[in-house]
């Protein structure tokens, strides 16, 4: 009888388990998904990508194909590749250009993508607690919710990434052909999305090398370099390569007066990244307020101990794919422009990291679940005390541009530069052509013909770039953010006084627009 009892006993905390991981795992995504709905932004992203991003798919959606049809004769484009945008057509199709509703498609992505997570570490972790702390902290993080309302290529990619080892994982379990050939079309447009997520294809490649599933390998490569190939021969038969490429090349992509890398340049710059992105920007994603720079320190330090332990633990355990993943990523990361470097580029990888942090801890401190959940607690506590306070900022801006200040919660420099936009818009030509900092918002917000100025403090040579492509006025701004039109333009308006006639300007910080003289 109490052999039976037991059995029963341990039948019961068999069946129940899954169950109570379950009902947490609702209860969590229920909470993440509103706090989303909450923290949703309408306000434009003010580094300018997004724009590019819409403008892109308004030309394919158009019949123009791939071009910069914001630039004076609609140059094909060849810096970002087109997943994104594809991505775009539809809800352009539905929403037309209102900024708020194509903003639904990253937070669509993101809830997708929390979900995937979940199904992932069903397979690779052992323990269900790992599992869900590494979710609930994903979903929670500021970070995460930022971009899950922000139209840039980071929420779709990291969906599309954890897609693909999704049916990869499914198709080892169920010895599926077709999930396996999924999971390869899903890596490849994952990479037609995110040109710096290219370490996914090594990832994957020395994985199945290391399997010696060599028919697998071919199969990947074959149907990578059959959407690759006619991507690449487009390129170099325009003749002008990859932008991504070329700009990695140089010291300072926004000085390219700076001259190109050599290798002590580059290996300075590598050092300099993964110091950066070791003991600043990920101890910013786990603490997300401002930190005194020895607590981030040790912070960072803890946290790459913590990584290291968990990467040889996997690795011994010949679960290698993840690692790998990790480890040719990073080697992309630090090889990037210091420019760059920041929390936008390291999203992709932060539920890998997330999980690998957790794992690390559970290894070091094996005997000590009271302390894990001390870590988990510490940073979802600083992650809900952040969240809240933006949901509260949100919510206040949100109304105020439901009573019609369209400007609210915008920087005062980005306030005046779409007055400058407006003014354009109502005072100037359809035929205009305008040479701006930010070309991609007055293409946007004027519907006229814009592109940004080249960076050198040759006078002559800009003069010359703005004869060949006929522009009619300057937009001179004064951004906090950068001085790169005070470094570029002052030189030029003083050599060519006689061309340039100032027919506007903002209140401070003054935005001129200036009439150039034929």
Same mark, same amino acid.
């Given at each position: 009888m109490? %052999? ?8 019961r ?19 993440? @998904? ?21 403008? /892109? ?10 071009r ?9 484009h ?23 509703? !194509? ?12 979900f995937? $997570?979940? !199904? ?11 599992r869900?702390?590494s ?16 139209? /840039? ?5 990291l ?5 693909t080892f ?15 050939? =999924?999971? #390869? ?10 040109t =710096?997520?290219?370490?996914? /294809?090594? @990832? ?23 959407? +690759? ?25 926004y ?20 110091y950066?992105?070791? +003991?600043?920007? #990920?101890?910013?994603?786990? +603490?997300?307020?401002t930190?005194?720079?020895?607590? %981030?320190?040790?912070?960072?330090? #803890?946290?790459?101990?913590l990584?290291?332990?968990?990467f040889?633990?996997r690795?011994?355990?010949?679960d ?25 580029f ?5 539920? $890998?990291?997330?999980?690998?942090l957790?794992?690390?801890f559970?290894?070091?401190f ?12 510490i940073? =979802? ?13 949100n919510?206040?801006i949100n109304?105020?541009?439901?009573k ?15 007055? @400058?936009c ?8 359809r035929?205009?052509?305008?040479? @701006?900092?930010k ?12 592109? /940004?100025y ?13 004869e060949e492509r ?18 570029y ?10 061309? $340039? ?18």
């Amino acid at each position: 009888m109490r %052999r039976k009892g037991s059995k029963k006993k341990e039948g019961r905390v068999a069946i129940h388990k899954p169950i109570k991981t379950k009902r947490i795992f609702l209860l969590s995504f229920l909470f993440i @998904a509103i706090l989303t709905l909450l923290s949703f932004d309408t306000r434009y992203y003010l580094g300018g990508d997004n724009i590019r991003y819409i403008i /892109l798919a308004k030309s394919i959606i158009s019949g123009q194909g791939y071009r910069d049809i914001n630039e004076p004769s609609s140059p094909p484009h060849t810096t970002y590749p087109p997943g994104f945008p594809l991505l775009l057509i539809p809800f352009l199709l539905l929403f037309g250009l209102s900024y708020p509703l !194509l903003n639904l498609l990253p937070l669509i992505l993101a809830l997708f993508s929390l979900f995937l $997570f979940f !199904l992932i570490l069903k397979g690779a972790s052992e323990k269900e607690e790992l599992r869900l702390i590494s979710f609930s902290l994903l979903g929670t993080s500021p970070i995460f919710l930022l971009y899950s309302h922000t139209l /840039l290529s980071e929420i779709p990619f990291l969906f599309f990434t954890l897609l693909t080892f999704y049916l990869f994982s499914q198709s080892e379990k169920k010895k599926s052909p077709f999930l396996l050939i =999924a999971s #390869f079309l899903s890596l490849t447009f994952s990479l037609f999305i995110r040109t =710096a997520g290219i370490g996914i /294809l090594p @990832a994957f490649s020395l994985y199945l090398l290391l399997k010696k599933r060599y028919r697998e390998l071919i199969t990947l490569l074959i149907l990578f370099l059959l959407f +690759f190939l006619p991507y690449f021969l487009y390129n170099r038969h325009l003749g002008r390569g990859s932008g991504y490429l070329e700009l990695f090349t140089y010291k300072n992509p926004y000085n390219p007066e700076e001259g190109k890398i050599g290798l002590t340049t580059y290996l300075s710059r590598f050092g300099k990244n993964f110091y950066l992105y070791s +003991f600043f920007v #990920f101890p910013q994603m786990l +603490f997300p307020f401002t930190l005194p720079s020895p607590f %981030r320190f040790l912070v960072g330090l #803890f946290s790459l101990l913590l990584l290291i332990i968990s990467f040889r633990k996997r690795l011994k355990a010949k679960d290698s794919l993840y690692p790998f993943y990790l480890f040719f990523s990073f080697f992309i990361l630090f090889s990037w422009p210091e420019v760059w470097t920041g929390d936008r580029f390291l999203l992709p990888l932060f539920p $890998f990291l997330l999980y690998y942090l957790f794992l690390g801890f559970d290894s070091l401190f094996p005997k000590r679940g009271s302390l894990l959940y001390l870590f988990f607690g510490i940073i =979802a506590l600083g992650y809900l005390i952040k969240d809240f306070q933006g949901v509260g900022e949100n919510i206040g801006i949100n109304l105020s541009r439901l009573k019609g200040d369209r400007y609210a919660g915008y920087p005062l420099d980005w306030v005046r530069y779409f007055q @400058a936009c407006e003014w354009i818009k109502e005072h100037t030509e359809r035929d205009a052509v305008i040479v @701006a900092r930010k070309p991609e918002f007055v293409y946007f917000l004027t519907e006229r013909k814009s592109f /940004l100025y080249p960076f050198t403090t040759d006078p002559k040579k800009i003069m010359a770039k703005i004869e060949e492509r006929e522009a009619t006025h300057l937009l001179f701004d004064q951004f906090f953010w950068t001085q790169t039109s005070s470094r570029y333009l002052t030189p030029l308006l003083n050599e060519f006084s006689n061309r $340039f006639e100032p027919i506007y300007s903002t209140d401070y910080p003054q935005m001129i627009v200036y009439q150039i003289k034929r």
